[in-house]
T-cell receptor
Framework: DTGVSQNPRHKITKRGQNVTFRCDPI?????LYWYRQTLGQGPEFLTY????????KSRLLSDRFSAERPKGSFSTLEIQRTEQGDSAMYLC??????????FGPGTRLTVT | RKEVEQDPGPFNVPEGATVAFNCTYS??????FFWYRQDCRKEPKLLMS???SGNEDGRFTAQLNRASQYISLLIRDSKLSDSATYLC?????????????FGQGTILTVHP
């Protein structure tokens, strides 16, 4: 078990609704990452936090997406006005060192 | 052109077979390379790093050819438990925080 937890594990929502996902990293890890994975593809980087600071955002992260990491502990990823194209697995990873990222089990989002 | 490209397979091999996966990357200045393993409906997990001189971990051997921008993974004496998707991962140059860039993955099925 990697120690990264994500909630909920599954989310079904109707188009136009807002959703929020939570990630709890391994406790001593100061780096936290969000990725998105669609069927048949590898994960794609969305954003990165070091402690509470959001230091990088992918072009994939449109204005409808926002991520926070208050106090440098857990992180939330919110999607506003969901679209069917947002359906994917949202993965969170954390690390202490640059290269050793440990992934959580993911939140599978289905937008109907 | 995608930053990291893999043959998606699937590769279907019998137990005991040797199988090799290839991966190419587009950014010649990429700095770090990895193979991740992802079981069906699970999160990716680090299998091994890839070093310039090549490296081995039990039945797994990874090779890097910087001149050709090519990474390989060789699995010897395949086991049923090796069935998974194998993801080639690159960290682009200039990334100080470990943004992982994934290939689409190669599916391996080992049968009895």
């Amino acid at each position: 078990d990697t120690g990264v937890s994500q909630n909920p594990r599954h989310k079904i929502t109707k188009r136009g609704q807002n959703v929020t996902f939570r990630c709890d990293p391994i406790s001593e890890h100061n780096r936290l990452y969000w990725y998105r994975q669609t069927l048949g593809q590898g994960p794609e980087f969305l954003t990165y936090f070091q402690n509470e600071a959001q230091l990088e955002k992918s072009r994939l992260l449109s204005d409808r997406f926002s991520a926070e990491r208050p106090k440098g502990s857990f992180s939330t990823l919110e999607i506003q006005r969901t679209e069917q194209g947002d359906s994917a697995m949202y993965l969170c990873a954390s690390s202490r060192a640059v290269y050793e990222q440990y992934f959580g089990p993911g939140t599978r989002l289905t937008v109907t | 052109r995608k930053e990291v490209e893999q043959d998606p397979g699937p590769f279907n091999v019998p137990e005991g077979a040797t199988v090799a996966f290839n991966c190419t990357y587009s950014n010649s200045a990429s700095q770090s390379f990895f193979w991740y393993r992802q079981d069906c409906r699970k999160e990716p997990k680090l299998l091994m790093s890839v070093y310039s001189s090549g490296n081995e971990d039990g039945r797994f051997t990874a090779q890097l050819n910087r001149a050709s921008q090519y990474i390989s993974l060789l699995i010897r004496d395949s086991k049923l438990s090796d069935s998974a998707t194998y993801l080639c991962v690159v960290i682009p140059t200039g990334t100080s925080y470990g943004k992982l860039t994934f290939g689409q993955g190669t599916i391996l099925t080992v049968h009895p």
